[in-house]
């Protein structure tokens, strides 16, 4: 399953919510929550801001609303552009740069996999951080949250 969640504005980094998918059908079940922490200001939107070359923290929720209970679950963010980003980064190294929408923000932008399961009505929860380099330009960028698990018939799904 594939989430697109909350935008983050770089130098304003902010977040925004969105929901596709791998996990088929059952997606809809799962409820995801983002809580950020260390931002610098929220926008009247109330999306988190965060500046270059600070740290953003955050909780990745999930919670399970459906009849069926989620066992050998993995799920994982992983930070994108909102939109085509381009700047000369004066503060950087004075180069130009530009970034496509959807991309993967540069440095480490994959939480990797974290394991969990989640039976009828619960959920599961994980934290990571991502450290906003100086090789990045302001704008707009959104976490991705992606999972899926084996069925019981061992099919990865």
């Known amino acids: 399953m594939k989430f697109k969640l909350l935008p983050v504005a770089l130098v304003s980094l902010c977040a925004i ?48 609303d459906g009849n069926r209970t989620f066992k050998n679950f993995e799920s994982k963010a992983v930070m994108r552009w909102a939109a085509d980003a381009s700047c000369t980064r004066f503060w950087y190294d004075g180069s130009t740069a530009s970034f496509t929408k959807d991309s993967l923000l540069p440095g480490e932008p ?22 906003i380099t100086p090789e990045i330009c302001p704008g707009q960028a959104y976490i991705e949250i992606s999972g899926h698990h084996v069925n019981s018939s061992g099919k990865d799904e």
Do not use: C, Q
Request: no cysteine; charged share 25%.
């Open 110 to 131: 994959d939480s990797g996999f974290r394991p969990m399961d989640m039976g009828k009505g619960g959920g599961a929860a994980f934290g990571d951080s991502y450290y």
């Open 17 to 64: 919510p969105i929901a596709a998918g791998w996990h088929f059908g059952e997606s809809k079940d799962l409820k995801i929550d983002i809580e950020y922490f260390d931002y610098a200001y929220k926008t009247p939107e109330g999306d988190p801001v965060y500046f270059i070359n600070s740290t953003m923290r955050y909780r990745v929720f999930i919670k399970n």
